[in-house]
């Protein structure tokens, strides 16, 4: 079974940046459409950005764009997020998953938290 793993979460001060990353366990890894999505407390699942199979972003949240980049390592079978500019309401905890049909079972997420 593939898993992921997030990591690279943590505290930031506003403005902040933090660069987290997804190791997937299984090849599935480099024929899927990936995404990064986050889930603040009280609030819905969102997605934040997603990526192609080639590396090429195709999506992020219009709360987002302009301050995160989403990136992959088919070689290291893991995909990237970095953040800029962060606020304090980026705070959430974020996970990888593949989109539609390269949906996965979730992972545990990493923390970001963005406060003075």
């Known amino acids: 079974q593939v898993q992921l793993v997030e990591s690279g979460g943590g505290l930031v001060q506003p403005g902040g940046s933090l660069r987290l990353s997804c190791v997937a366990s299984g090849n599935i890894f480099r024929s899927a459409v990936m995404g990064w999505y986050r889930q603040a407390p009280g609030k819905q699942r969102e997605v934040v950005a997603t990526i192609s199979t080639g590396g090429s972003p195709d999506y992020y949240a219009g709360s987002v764009k302009g301050r995160f980049i989403i990136s992959r390592d088919n070689a290291k079978m893991t995909l990237y997020l970095q953040m800029n500019s962060l606020k304090p309401e980026d705070t959430a905890v974020y996970y990888c998953?593949?989109?539609?049909?390269?949906?996965?079972?979730w992972g545990r997420g990493t923390q970001v938290t963005v406060s003075s």
């Open positions: 998953n593949g989109l539609g049909p390269w949906a996965l079972s």
